[in-house]
């Protein structure tokens, strides 16, 4: 192939994983979109992989379907790193690999993380079990993101650890009514079962009297983890770690009005509209980027 024709497809598979990002409608993508171009590029190709993996477990399917397409992109990743992918999404990753020696392992736990959603039926039987799946689905995001942040990974990977659990909780109790209504159960059962809550039937579950109390204690770990992660920031360079700051206060947000409308109206959506999220993007322009850049 000559290098005008590998040059071309790196610019479509630049593109494809920027409309993956921009068309996702993701409140990281301001986060994302401030980064100097080559992290940029690198930090959306690994947001669209994320995205892709993510919606095989989500869209339409059995459960044999799906596990068979992660296989596929777990194939996919292996021939990447061999330098013969086949995919746009994973061709739009061959340049941050070799910049920023982006970790294989980390996009195989993403996957093998994404493999418990795909299940026809998902609980989390101990709360080590429901942390082993954040650190897949979200911490090894957080690691990936560190490499292409160009931080230590003494220092990164506290964050890394950290923020990727609270924001994995945030998400797991903002979607408990959307997850319970096709059979996602993500709190773990021993925490159900301490107040006697059967697991068996999800929607059931998130109506039991005294499910709301194992919200609270499930938002009190997450309270922590965003602490962890504020302690953990402050041995960064914040300039450097901005995107991770934003994309934490976004969810501290989210995460307030969850705990302001409590675990008795799941029905209830609760999201930033987007005065909010200007508002956020603005702030930290203005305190960490340059005037005019």
């Known amino acids: 192939m000559s290098y005008a024709a590998i040059n071309m497809k790196s610019c479509h598979a630049l593109e494809h994983v920027t409309a993956i990002v921009r068309n996702s409608g993701t409140s990281f993508y301001w986060a994302m979109r401030i980064l100097p171009a080559q992290k940029r590029n ?5 947001y669209a992989f ?3 993996v993510d919606d095989i477990a989500d869209n339409p399917g059995t459960e044999q379907e799906k596990l068979q397409k992660l296989e596929d992109w777990r194939a996919e990743i292996e021939r990447l790193f061999s330098g013969k992918p086949q995919l746009s999404t994973s061709i739009a990753l061959m ?3 070799k910049q920023f020696s982006l970790c294989k392992k980390s996009f195989l736990a ?3 993380g994404v493999e418990n959603d795909a299940l026809a039926s998902v609980r989390m039987p101990t709360f ?3 942390e082993k799946y954040c650190d ?8 990936l993101s560190n490499q292409i942040f160009g931080i230590d990974k003494a220092v990164g990977e506290p964050v890394a650890e950290a923020l990727g659990q609270a924001l ?3 998400n797991i109790l903002r979607d408990l009514y959307e997850d319970a209504k096709i059979d996602r159960l993500y709190v773990p059962t021993e925490m159900l079962s301490e107040y006697n809550i059967p697991s068996v039937d999800a929607r059931l579950a998130i109506t039991h009297p005294s499910f709301p109390k194992v919200c609270d204690e499930l938002a009190s770990i997450a309270r922590i983890r965003y602490q962890d992660a504020e302690q953990a920031l402050d041995q960064c ?3 450097t770690m901005l995107p991770a700051i934003m994309m934490m206060q976004n969810y501290q947000l989210i995460f307030n009005k969850l705990l302001k409308r409590g675990w008795t109206r799941l029905k209830k959506p609760v999201s930033l509209h987007k005065g909010q999220k200007l508002w956020l993007l603005m702030r930290y322009m203005r305190i960490y980027l340059p005037v005019g850049l």
């Not at 690198?42 to 690994?46: C, L, T």
């Not at 689905?137 to 690691?143: H, K, M, P, Q």
């Open 110 to 112: 993403v996957i093998e």
């Open 95 to 97: 340049d941050p690999i």
């Open 50 to 52: 994320c995205r892709e």
């Open 128 to 130: 080590l079990a429901l």
């Open 168 to 170: 994995q909780l945030t």
């Open 136 to 143: 897949h689905v979200a911490c090894a995001v957080g690691r």
């Open 42 to 46: 690198a930090i959306y190709a690994v």
């Open 237 to 239: 360079d914040r300039k």
